[in-house]
């Protein structure tokens, strides 16, 4: 008896969990979506919005997306899009529950439990160095449980596969991009679906996912698409934003996969259209002294096709020629600790040579004018001596200020000159107590994207008990920045209880706001240190370029 109690009871359980599900119409067929076990929201995994061209034809655009007859169910089936391996260093075998597949292309619909219709939508585009990373890294289910959003993840082709850029007709470049693009074009299209307002879509990202939503920002292949942009830690004049040489990274990354027929053209084309995943993303191209990072978005050369970038970043900042979207922007007080695994050998390398650590997207007319500005930023970080261990933290300010806080600045500085009057700065440094100390020093400060760790429930798929597990400073932290965003993602304005006013940042750079567990409007952040590289960057800039290939390519296209 008390069996037959148990197998009833688990049927009832059963059946309330199918019963605990939502539907959707989207223009492919119906999708279904399940009430989550913890959060009162309702969430659609791994819908496909586009498809990954495959087989010779991986580099190109993404196409149309499948439509079905029966009802789709969107459940997790833990899809990412092939990729490097580095994120094994922070996430260990939880990595090994995803499955890599050429065709990645989903997205994740998270929906509050509510009647309203005509929510503000925020579309979370990953980080990852352009490398690695996949929708769900984090993922926004406290901040959708306030039922004052729609939040959507998704996937896009990753390095190689999403941006080696040849300037051909197979090979266009910025295929990674334009899988976003069709992210936000599926969402205009079934957002309202959801109950969702396709006329009110923030886009956000973080790291190399804030990048890429700032160079949605000036794209034409984007414009239209939605109305506000959150950028956490990075922007698009970093190296990183836009290849300086797509040709030439490209012939880096295939001898680096040990093919060395890199100037035979049509054989270095056919190379990547056929080597295998597990090869083409065996090599890293990220953690490079020059700070470059050579599978990135590109300036695309015009094969008759839409472009998602037709002019380098500075360019189309300094024209004013794009819209002015109002933008919550900011950074951390120690971005670059990411670089502190290096330090015990890399201050080795830059007491040897220290030209080898000038950015990549800095040009000098010979040696001598290279050593010198070597020499110039090496005694402003460093002092004349040796850099020992003691210099951990100007180290960690160089490699802070070459990655995010430069060129952030360096973008505001073009969005207030043409006109855009509506961008909210601010600086992230809160720390806790188990905040790792920075080698050789007793200094804590937030890492790279901590402010993105404090909005979201936390890596990969965070639970409740991951919450009640931080302290109640930080508990009561989370609260505070998830109310600023969320203000801002359905205002438009970034405001919260307590909050002193933020008003939008000016020509000086000022005011930001300093996010810390008190906060306080500030002046010009780190200015000495921003005063030299707008010298350096004015003066020795190099601009990226589209990619040329060899003569006969024209013809042909």
Request: with cysteine; aromatic share 12%.
């Amino acid at each position: 008896m008390a069996r037959l109690l148990i197998f009833c009871c688990l049927l009832f359980v059963v059946f309330c969990e199918e019963r605990q599900s939502r539907l959707a119409r989207l223009s492919q067929g119906l999708v279904r979506g399940y009430k989550d076990p913890e959060e009162d929201i309702y969430i659609f995994y791994n819908i496909p919005y586009a498809t990954a061209p495959t087989g010779t034809d991986r580099f190109k655009a993404p196409l149309p997306p499948p439509t079905w007859d029966e009802t789709f169910e969107a459940v997790d089936r833990k899809i990412i899009c092939p990729q490097n391996n580095f994120f094994n260093i922070i996430i260990n075998e939880r990595i090994n529950t995803l499955i890599p597949k050429e065709d990645c292309l989903v997205a994740n619909v998270y929906v509050p439990e509510t009647n309203e219709d005509s929510l503000p939508v925020v579309v979370f585009v990953h980080g990852g160095a352009f490398s690695a990373g996949w929708g769900d890294l984090f993922t926004p289910k406290k901040v959708v449980s306030s039922k004052r959003i729609i939040a959507v993840t998704f996937n896009y082709r990753l390095g190689v596969h999403g941006f080696l850029c040849l300037g051909t007709k197979d090979v266009p470049g910025n295929a990674g991009m334009k899988d976003q693009v069709a992210l936000l074009r599926w969402v205009q299209k079934n957002i309202a679906s959801f109950g969702g307002n396709p006329d009110d879509v923030t886009i956000s990202g973080y790291s190399a996912g804030s990048i890429a939503v700032d160079l949605l920002s000036i794209s034409k292949m984007a414009a239209g698409l939605f109305t506000n942009v959150i950028a956490e830690s990075g922007a698009n004049t970093a190296s990183a934003g836009c290849q300086s040489d797509p040709i030439k990274h490209a012939k880096i990354y295939a001898e680096m996969l040990n093919f060395h027929n890199v100037d035979d053209f049509y054989a270095l084309e056919d190379f990547y259209k056929t080597v295998p995943y597990d090869i083409i993303n065996s090599a890293d191209a990220v953690n490079r002294t020059d700070s470059s990072v050579l599978m990135t978005p590109c300036v695309e050369r015009d094969v008759g096709e839409e472009r998602f970038l037709d002019d380098s970043p500075v360019n189309i900042l300094r024209s004013g020629n794009f819209p002015k979207y109002r933008m919550l922007y900011g950074f951390t007080d120690k971005e670059g600790s990411m670089r502190i695994m290096f330090f015990d050998a890399w201050k080795h390398l830059m007491n040897n040579k220290f030209s080898n650590f000038l950015p990549n997207d800095l040009q000098f007319k010979d040696l001598k004018e290279r050593e010198a500005v070597a020499e110039r930023i090496k005694r402003f970080y460093f002092g004349d001596g040796l850099i020992e261990n003691e210099h951990i933290l100007p180290f960690v300010d160089l490699f802070s200020d070459i990655f995010f806080v430069y060129p952030m600045l360096r973008t505001v500085k073009y969005q207030v000159k043409a006109g855009n009057d509506q961008i909210y700065m601010y600086e992230y440094s809160f720390i806790e107590s188990d905040t790792p100390v920075i080698p050789y020093t007793n200094i804590r400060g937030a890492p790279h994207c901590a402010q993105t760790a404090t909005f979201f429930d936390g890596l990969m798929n965070g639970t409740e008990e991951d919450e009640k597990r931080i302290s109640k400073e930080k508990q009561e932290l989370k609260k505070f920045i998830r109310e600023i965003w969320l203000n801002f993602i359905t205002t438009g304005k970034p405001t919260a209880t307590n909050l002193p006013n933020w008003p939008p940042v000016g020509a000086d750079w000022s005011p930001y706001m300093a996010l810390n567990k008190t906060v306080q409007l500030k002046s010009l952040p780190v200015k000495e240190r921003v005063l030299l590289w707008d010298d350096i960057y004015d003066k020795y800039y190099r601009y990226p370029v589209a990619p040329n290939p060899p003569r006969y390519w024209h013809s042909e296209l």
